[in-house]
């Protein structure tokens, strides 16, 4: 699986962003699909993922109520919307892939996440 991270780019605070992630390949349903970031000089941390049904999420709480996922198993892709943006948000968003066919998928390790996008980056402005 490859995956195409895109979308990021610079907003005030208080604004929105929406990223996507495509994903080649004819098995994007077999995949819970997460999302990452990481700001300068900080470890990589968990976001929020959703399970390959798309029916159930889970999400860090820094990020609960304002963000939400979603994916399109027809297009083989998965969205991040991100509301009311803050400052602290700046910073590389990365999709990744999960093996995975369980209904509620809520693996906040990075090292439970068999592949990985390239980062897209959020600038959030004060």
């Known amino acids: 699986v490859q995956l195409q991270a895109s979308g990021g780019g610079l907003v005030q605070a208080g604004g929105s962003l929406r990223l996507s992630c495509a994903a080649s390949?004819?098995?994007?349903?077999?995949?819970?699909m997460g999302w990452f970031r990481q700001a300068p000089g900080k470890e990589r941390e968990f976001v929020a993922v959703?399970?390959?049904?798309?029916?159930?999420?889970y999400y860090a709480d820094s990020v609960k109520g304002r963000f939400t996922i979603s994916r399109d198993n027809a297009k083989n892709t998965v969205y991040l919307q991100m509301n009311n943006l803050k400052p602290e948000d700046t910073a590389d968003y990365y999709c990744?892939?999960?093996?995975?066919?369980?209904?509620?998928?809520?693996?906040?390790?990075?090292?439970?996440?068999?592949?990985w996008g390239q980062g897209t980056l959020v600038t959030v402005s004060s």
């Open positions: 990744a892939a999960a093996r995975s066919r369980s209904n509620y998928y809520t693996s906040t390790r990075l090292a439970d996440y068999d592949y």
């Open positions: 390949g004819r098995t994007f349903s077999s995949y819970a």
């Open positions: 959703i399970n390959w049904s798309g029916l159930n999420t």
